[in-house]
């Protein structure tokens, strides 16, 4: 299987100028005016009053992005969450759950599937070891949350930064290397709302190798970990590298990937001197049909993948799940943990909060 080679697609055309901009992009600038004027509309009627955000009982950490694909998201709010459990904080997590069948509220557990959950909250879920809640109201999720675990410090919304019903205390806002784009509203540039100066309860965080705004941040460091065999993932054993780079040098090895943006897990595993086919699949793809023939000789996964295969799906194909070490450090000024903490303590401001 070779790498598949397609005519760009209008999709694909459009969103590579909603990097540059382009004749396609300035043809969708009037939906993207008509898109801010909206926007424009539901802010007004939130600081006027005509609609307040649901009322809940702890704070509301949203981990969020302006940019539409793929920023990071997810691997922020696993980070996010280790640093929370380091300071004797109890955290929950409410999510959309895009992908997943029906709007409602549901409670993951460890035996909720990707297409009752969402790919990304039992990602969440089985790697952040915390109580999960997902739903399109995010505020009737993490009430349902609250109810089911009212041992809860606070929750950390995975997206969630323009659903204005829900409250929050801070905002993680999250970037990759795409910046802003061309600076354009959808549907002609990639932003969800327009951009704005950093408000006192933000931090901005870079899933890249350096700012790609002018937004003062912190740049996250992301490498892979290494890799487990998928029966191994599920039974909780963790990954190491050893076992990721042993399969330099196997033949016949696939590479899956359904992200929004492929084509980094395809970067960093030749990064370490694998070779493989790559087989990049639709974002939150689901895995009805195995995506490789059944004499494949090795596939590598990412565990936003590994989540909706059980090893019993997979037959006698050898697969490995590659995973990811994502750590948020260093600002210009200070460190994200001592900015956390600056948040924390004014969130909780009667509990020890440790150094």
Excluded at 49 to 70: A, T
Excluded at 82 to 106: I, K, M, N, P, T
Excluded at 272 to 290: E, I, K, Q, R, S
């Amino acid at each position: 299987m070779s790498p598949s080679l397609h005519r760009p697609t209008l999709a694909d055309r459009l969103q590579a100028q909603w990097l540059s901009g382009g004749a396609l992009s300035a043809a969708l600038l009037p939906l993207s005016w008509l898109y801010r004027g909206l926007l424009a509309l539901r802010t007004w009627m939130y600081r006027s009053g005509l609609k307040r955000p649901g009322v809940l009982p702890v704070p509301v950490i949203v981990v969020g992005n302006w940019i539409v694909g793929g920023a990071g998201k997810t691997p922020t709010t696993l980070a996010l969450l280790a640093l929370l459990r380091a300071r004797g904080l109890r955290a929950g997590v409410v999510s959309r759950g895009y992908g997943r069948q029906g709007d409602g509220v549901h409670l993951v557990t460890r035996v909720s599937t990707a297409r009752e959950a969402g790919d990304e909250p039992l990602l969440i879920h089985l790697r952040g070891r915390v109580p999960v809640g997902v739903g399109r109201d995010r505020v009737a999720a993490a009430r349902a949350l609250l109810t089911a675990h009212s041992e809860l410090d606070v929750l950390v919304s995975d997206d969630g930064l323009q659903h204005w019903r829900l409250p929050r205390s801070l905002s993680l806002l999250v970037f990759d290397e795409r910046g802003l784009g061309n600076g354009r509203l959808l549907p002609a540039g990639p932003l969800r709302q327009p951009p704005a100066p950093l408000a006192a309860d933000q931090l901005v965080v870079y899933n890249a190798p350096q700012p790609s705004t002018a937004l003062p941040g912190f740049v996250a460091r992301r490498r892979l970990a290494g890799a487990v065999p998928l029966a191994g993932w599920w039974a909780g054993r963790p990954a190491d590298m050893p076992t990721l780079l042993a399969l330099r040098g196997r033949p016949g090895l696939l590479a899956c990937a359904g992200l929004a943006r492929p084509q980094r897990f395809f970067d960093m595993l030749a990064g370490l001197g694998l070779a493989f086919d790559p087989v990049p699949l639709p974002d939150h793809a689901d895995f009805t049909d195995l995506p490789w023939p059944e004499d494949t000789a090795g596939v590598l996964l990412t565990e936003k993948d590994a989540v909706k295969l059980p090893p019993d799906r997979v037959g006698r194909t050898p697969v490995w799940v590659v995973t990811l070490d994502f750590a948020l450090d260093a600002g210009p000024a200070l460190d994200f943990e001592a900015a956390l903490d600056i948040h924390l303590q004014r969130l909780f401001p009667s509990r020890w909060i440790n150094d």
